[in-house]
């Protein structure tokens, strides 16, 4: 099947809407190319208790609220056709169930990506199967690109706005060689292939927007990631190296780490003073 463009939005529960604060207690997935959009919510309260403590009012009207978005979406579908329609459902919700602003992704089967974004974003975080490295990744990136002799290459704590997302990245790495370089690193945690490539295609849709518009103050840019797989599946590797390739982003391992630090040290432009 086909990739095709979707777009997502978090459901989450805010019992003071004024404060700002929510935790993630759902997902809508919109793809007007197959005429699907749906939401999915969690089953229980127990997660938003551990957000928000034991005597938050209102908690014996969230399952009723959750469940209500969720007929809501599918009872009107037909009427969801464009990105538009989308918009104008987020902000016309009225209780404490709130929508983020859609974000675009890639999708290749509705369902299943419906169901990864999920577990990605909303659900508890399952134990990975694998011994990780004891060593975070970011910190073993952070070594690499601070030695002596990178870190005059290395611009730091970025704030990238892009207005065709509608959001600012923020990078913590960067470095120019005819592009400028965002480097930003990720674990791949994910217990499934399904979910692992619904991540993989979100990361690849902001690299291709990123790679087709250049910034005003950086010029051309491109995403590079730095990804460890430790407890991903064993085909996830080869999987993400295709997608990141059809959009334009550059991907690394941690053992692929000197490759990069020989890149910026031959490549790198040393940073003028934006």
């Known amino acids: 099947m086909n990739a095709t463009k979707g777009y997502f939005c978090l459901a989450q529960y805010s019992p003071d809407v004024a404060r700002q604060e929510a935790a993630n207690v759902g997902v809508v997935?919109?793809?007007?190319?197959?005429?699907?959009?749906?939401?999915k919510v969690t089953a229980t309260v127990g997660r938003i208790r551990r957000f928000f403590g034991e005597d938050v009012a209102g908690y014996h009207h969230l399952n009723a609220?959750?469940?209500?978005?969720v007929k809501r979406v599918e009872i009107e579908k037909a009427q969801f056709t464009t990105l538009e329609?989308?918009?104008?459902?987020?902000?016309?919700?009225?209780?404490?169930?709130?929508?983020?602003?859609?974000?675009?992704?890639?999708?290749?089967?509705?369902?299943?990506?419906?169901?990864?974004?999920?577990?990605?974003?909303?659900?508890?975080?399952r134990k990975p199967?694998?011994?990780?490295?004891?060593i975070p990744l970011?910190?073993?990136?952070?070594?690499?690109?601070m030695?002596?002799?990178?870190?005059?290459?290395?611009?730091?704590?970025?704030?990238?706005?892009?207005?065709?997302?509608?959001?600012?990245?923020?990078?913590?790495?960067?470095?120019?060689?005819?592009r400028f370089n965002l480097i930003q690193s990720i674990e791949f945690t994910h217990q499934s292939e399904a979910s692992v490539r619904t991540a993989a295609c979100r990361h690849?849709?902001?690299?291709?927007?990123?790679?087709?518009?250049?910034?005003?103050?950086?010029?051309?840019?491109?995403?590079?990631?730095?990804?460890d797989f430790t407890s991903a599946p064993q085909s996830a590797p080869d999987m993400v190296r295709s997608i990141f390739g059809e959009s334009q982003v550059r991907l690394f391992t941690p053992d692929g780490l000197d490759v990069l630090k020989q890149e910026i040290l031959t490549q790198g432009k040393?940073?003028?003073?934006?």
Request: proline residues 9%.
């Open 65 to 69: 609220m959750k469940e209500a978005l």
């Open 147 to 178: 030695e002596q002799a990178v870190k005059p290459y290395i611009r730091t704590k970025l704030r990238i706005e892009v207005p065709a997302l509608k959001e600012i990245l923020r990078i913590p790495y960067a470095f120019q060689n005819g």
């Open 204 to 227: 690849a849709v902001e690299g291709l927007t990123l790679y087709r518009h250049p910034h005003s103050i950086y010029g051309p840019l491109q995403l590079l990631i730095v990804a």
């Open 29 to 39: 997935l919109f793809c007007p190319d197959r005429q699907f959009i749906r939401a």
């Open 85 to 125: 329609d989308l918009q104008q459902f987020v902000v016309t919700r009225g209780n404490n169930i709130l929508l983020t602003q859609p974000k675009p992704v890639m999708v290749m089967d509705p369902e299943q990506d419906l169901n990864a974004l999920f577990e990605e974003l909303v659900a508890d975080p």
């Open 270 to 274: 040393l940073p003028s003073t934006p």
């Open 129 to 134: 199967l694998t011994v990780r490295s004891t």
């Open 138 to 145: 970011r910190k073993r990136l952070n070594d690499v690109l």
